[in-house]
């Protein structure tokens, strides 16, 4: 089995493509390729900034942290307050956080404006990296599990687990991934505004894409044992359905 494909390309700018109709060539935004005849788009969308911003980089605690450390060197410092040297001491702390909290956001935008997340009717397709923009393909075969997250927020994110032996590289995948599976890095859809909808499709377009894998190899085999002279009886052909698990909290 081969494992999911990365392919380097341009950065497109994020938005909806239009319908298009049947006989036309479909796109997934930021990928060059057309998808291939019979499989269909069923959705694309890029993560939110504020979610981004939020549960990955947790802002709040950036803040949190500097207002407390702001708060302890005001109640521990020699230097008496109000004069000069204290306002100095104060204002150099005060922009380093904000400072620090400027680089956040910024980043939450960068990964928002570079990452674009797509579900055909048979696959997965991420499209990330700010530096280095790539594509990394996740056919429905090689998906185990699929795990929805909400916040209280009402965002919320997809975990995609692989099968045994599939391995993705966590440089390629961050911050698309499950932050301390290092070893076995775990590729998420983040910052979804409608986590909900997104598992719920991703689900059944998996059991679709299973059930239309079983059919076609029912077929065959059928044919088969058609074309071959019946020795023993007729036989049935060994069918092996992906094992995924539908999205579920």
């Known amino acids: 089995m081969n494992p999911p494909a990365l392919a380097s390309d341009s950065q497109a700018p994020v938005g909806h493509a239009p319908d298009a109709a049947p006989s036309t060539p479909r796109y997934i935004r930021g990928v060059p ?12 969308g890029a993560p939110s900034m504020r979610a981004v911003a939020t549960h990955v980089f947790h802002w709040r605690l950036v803040v949190a ?24 001491e104060a204002t150099l702390r005060l922009a380093l956080g904000v400072f620090v909290l400027l680089c956040v956001m910024g980043l939450s935008r960068a990964v928002a404006s570079t990452s674009w997340y797509a579900i055909t009717s048979r696959r997965i397709v991420m499209r990330v990296g700010m530096a280095f923009p790539m594509s990394i393909n996740i056919p429905f075969t090689l998906l185990q599990t699929a795990g929805l997250g909400v916040f209280r927020d009402g965002t919320g994110q997809v975990a995609l687990g692989l099968v045994p032996g599939q391995r993705l590289a966590y440089i390629a995948l961050w911050p698309h991934c499950l932050v301390w599976n290092i070893n076995h890095p775990a590729p998420v859809l983040r910052g979804l505004e409608q986590p909900e909808m997104v598992a719920k499709l991703l689900a ?43 999205a579920g909290a």
């Open 33 to 44: 390729h057309p998808l291939p005849d019979g499989e269909q788009l069923l959705w694309e």
């Open 65 to 88: 942290y500097f207002v407390g450390m702001f708060a302890l060197w005001a109640m521990t410092t020699d230097t008496p307050r109000g004069t000069e040297v204290w306002w100095s």
């Open 204 to 246: 059944t377009a998996v059991a679709d894409a299973a059930e239309a894998d079983l059919d076609a190899s029912i077929e065959r085999g059928a044919t088969d044992t058609a074309a071959r002279p019946e020795r023993g009886g007729p036989s049935r052909p060994a069918v092996r359905q992906a094992r995924t698990a539908p």
